[in-house]
């Protein structure tokens, strides 16, 4: 079981950067999949980005170019760094991992982008 605790959401302008922080309470070393979802009001949850443990990436079109998503394995935490912030970037921004048939989600942290 892992737990996962998200930070660095918050209210920034739009062309603006954040840096989300995902840190799971063990080691995410031989975790597989690790990812970034978001849900905006009335939407669904979607897929922001995912790193596997080889360091393979995978982003949403809305990401490609824009945000990053990174492991340090030595912190046992996940980033997100976000930049050029649009205002339809706003949404509730969720860290995940998937290890075998588990998956788990942290509780999530707001983004809010607006002038």
């Known amino acids: 079981q892992v737990q996962l605790v998200e930070s660095g959401g918050g209210l920034v302008q739009p062309g603006g950067s954040l840096r989300l922080s995902c840190a799971a309470s063990r080691s995410i070393f031989s975790i597989y999949l690790m990812g970034w979802y978001r849900q905006a009001p009335g939407k669904q949850r979607e897929l922001v980005a995912t790193?596997?443990?080889?360091?393979?990436?995978n982003y949403a079109d809305s990401a490609k170019g824009r945000f990053t998503i990174s492991r340090d394995s030595t912190k046992n935490t996940v980033y997100l760094q976000m930049n050029s912030l649009k205002p339809e970037d706003t949404a509730v921004y969720y860290c995940?991992?998937?290890?075998?048939?588990?998956?788990?989600w942290g509780q999530g942290t707001q983004v809010t982008v607006s002038s």
């Open positions: 790193t596997t443990r080889g360091d393979t990436t």
């Open positions: 995940n991992a998937q290890t075998g048939l588990m998956s788990y």
